[in-house]
């Protein structure tokens, strides 16, 4: 019996694995009605994975891709609800000087119903072939624990500075490949500010600035540089909020690049900004003679 259910699971695993493997061997444009019926009452796939995956590939400044209605209505209704009920201790409020003001939530297991559902299927086999199929990016991993992710919330005046995001997930070490941004806002006001600004490699010059409406979906590839950022502050009234949920995803390595582990790396205008203040203020304030002072010794 137990020689039987031996054979029986070996094989299962190698139909399984056969069948993952003509899955990710099979050409791009031949399953976009297979995830369309696999997704069918939850998702709507804009067009053909060929062009998207294209659209994705040869953006500008780096890869990434703009989903508007990705995700049936139903899915997301429900999710600002769920932010307004968070309680304050199941927030995190991030300052940090000049470099950002945002809210996070605290723990996965502070979702509610709805958006445990909406984890659930972002986390799923079926979603993690999607987003291979798209970026071309394979044997993704996702994050249940939501780390730095999940529902994100920002105020009137907050904001976050033009940065790289961090490139290895917080705990597990795996390498962080891709973000996934899911704006939440209806009725937004281009007057609140709050748009997704995408910079070049340099952080000289924003090339993409993408306005955080209601199921808008944002995925994009995450590397050094990849420059982006929400830096202006929200004008909103005081009565909304920018509302988000946020996802990453990650590989293992292998025979992948060897990455830098680093956190979030702002752009080097910032750093340059904060020093010609401290100089300014030096320069009101301090005596003439320790200034030439000073000079001397630079």
């Not at 995450?222 to 502050?233: C, I």
């Amino acid at each position: 019996m137990d020689e039987a259910q031996d054979r029986l699971s070996a094989n299962t695993r190698r139909e399984f694995f056969s069948m993952a493997a003509n899955l990710q061997a099979a050409p791009i444009t031949d399953r976009t009605a297979d995830f369309t019926a696999l997704f069918e009452g939850r998702l709507r796939l804009p067009g053909p994975l060929g062009k998207l995956s294209q659209s994705y590939q040869n953006a500008k400044p780096f890869p990434f891709i703009v989903l508007d209605d990705l995700f049936e209505p139903h899915l997301l209704e429900p999710l600002p609800a769920e932010i307004t009920q968070l309680k304050d201790y199941e927030w995190l409020r991030i300052e940090n000087e000049s470099l950002q003001q945002v809210d996070r939530m605290r723990s996965a297991l502070d979702l509610g119903p709805a958006g445990t559902e909406l984890a659930h299927l972002l986390h799923s086999a079926a979603f993690l072939y999607l987003l291979s199929e798209i970026t071309g990016v394979w044997q993704l991993l996702p994050d249940p624990y939501l780390q730095g992710a999940g529902y994100a919330s920002m105020q009137r005046g907050d904001f976050f500075q033009i940065h790289s995001d961090r490139s290895v997930a917080y705990e597990t070490g795996l390498r962080r490949r891709l973000a996934m941004i899911i704006f939440l806002n209806k009725s937004w006001s281009p007057n609140y500010r709050g748009e997704l600004e995408l910079w070049d490699d340099e952080a000289k010059e924003c090339c993409v600035s993408i306005p955080p409406v209601f199921n808008r979906t944002v995925l994009f590839e995450v590397a050094h540089p990849n420059f982006h950022g929400v830096p202006a502050a929200l004008t909103c009234p005081a009565d909304r909020t920018r509302q988000s949920f946020m996802v990453y995803y990650h590989t293992s390595g292998g025979d992948e690049e060897a990455v830098r582990p680093h956190t979030s790396l702002f752009a080097p205008g910032i750093y340059r900004k904060k020093r010609n203040v401290l100089k300014s203020f030096v320069a009101d304030f301090a005596p003439p003679v320790l200034l030439k002072a000073v000079k001397k010794l630079v």
